[in-house]
């Protein structure tokens, strides 16, 4: 059984950074690609972005490409998502999810929810301005 539990969410001022982190246990963490979503009050799960499964590739939304960095630590069965330059529209539950490798590859394929298997319980965080 697999469980992901996210941490490092908080509040923090517009401009201000958070890095979140995302613990797999229960399989081989190096066996699944990991993705980040978010979901603000009354808006659907969007994604956020995404890393391979030996972290070579790696994939954003348009909405934080130059601003968020995901990264993963094999050896910690850890994915890392750093959130720098945040804004209030930041603001949101983040999740992070996995999914075991099937051969799809790209941005229409890790932006995918349905394509995860597996989800955290999430961590907020909060932007203000």
């Known amino acids: 059984q697999v469980q992901l539990v996210e941490s490092g969410g908080g509040l923090v001022q517009a401009g201000g950074s958070l890095r979140l982190s995302c613990a797999l246990s229960?399989?081989?963490?190096?066996?699944?690609?990991m993705g980040w979503f978010r979901q603000a009050p009354g808006k659907e799960r969007e994604f956020v972005g995404a890393?391979?499964?030996?972290?070579?590739?790696?994939y954003y939304t348009d909405s934080v490409k130059g601003r968020f960095t995901i990264s993963r630590d094999n050896a910690k069965n850890t994915v890392y998502v750093q959130m720098n330059s945040l804004k209030p529209e930041d603001t949101a539950v983040y999740y992070c999810?996995?999914?075991?490798?099937?051969?799809?590859?790209?941005?229409?394929?890790?932006?995918?929810?349905?394509?995860?298997?597996?989800w955290g319980q999430g961590t907020q965080v909060t932007v203000s301005s």
């Open positions: 890393i391979s499964r030996n972290g070579g590739s790696t």
């Open positions: 229960g399989r081989t963490f190096s066996n699944y690609e």
């Open positions: 999810a996995a999914r075991t490798y099937s051969g799809c590859s790209g941005y229409g394929c890790y932006s995918n929810p349905y394509g995860y298997d597996y």
